[in-house]
């Protein structure tokens, strides 16, 4: 079973860029789907983006898209998270998950979760 660990959140100002890795062990991640999904204080858990390592198609939320970047890496089976131009409205816990084969923006589609990395973009 596929584990994920997420890191490289932390705390920037509005306009700064931040890039988070998930990092997979105990299977190989190519075989999934990944995405990243964010929960602000308050709020439900929201799709970010994924991506569909064996045919490399991407989606994104349209509150994130132009701005973020989602990637894999399969020779270091890990996917990254790419956020340029953060703002505070950004700030959230970004979990990465994975799936076989679903890409959607449902989260309780995605099997597997990470433990989450804090994001926070101050004004």
């Known amino acids: 079973q596929v584990q994920l660990v997420e890191s490289g959140g932390g705390s920037v100002q509005a306009g700064g860029s931040l890039r988070l890795s998930c990092a997979a062990s105990?299977?190989?991640?190519?075989?999934?789907?990944m995405a990243w999904f964010r929960q602000a204080p308050g709020k439900e858990r929201a799709f970010v983006a994924s991506?569909?390592?064996?045919?490399?198609?991407?989606y994104y939320a349209d509150s994130v898209k132009g701005r973020y970047t989602i990637s894999g890496d399969n020779a270091k089976n890990t996917g990254y998270l790419q956020m340029n131009s953060l703002k505070p409205e950004d700030t959230a816990v970004y979990y990465c998950?994975?799936?076989?084969?679903?890409?959607?923006?449902?989260?309780?589609?995605?099997?597997?979760w990470g433990q989450g990395t804090q994001v926070t973009v101050s004004s």
């Open positions: 998950a994975a799936s076989t084969p679903y890409l959607g923006t449902v989260g309780s589609r995605y099997e597997i």
């Open positions: 105990g299977g190989t991640f190519s075989t999934y789907t």
């Open positions: 991506i569909s390592w064996g045919g490399g198609r991407t």
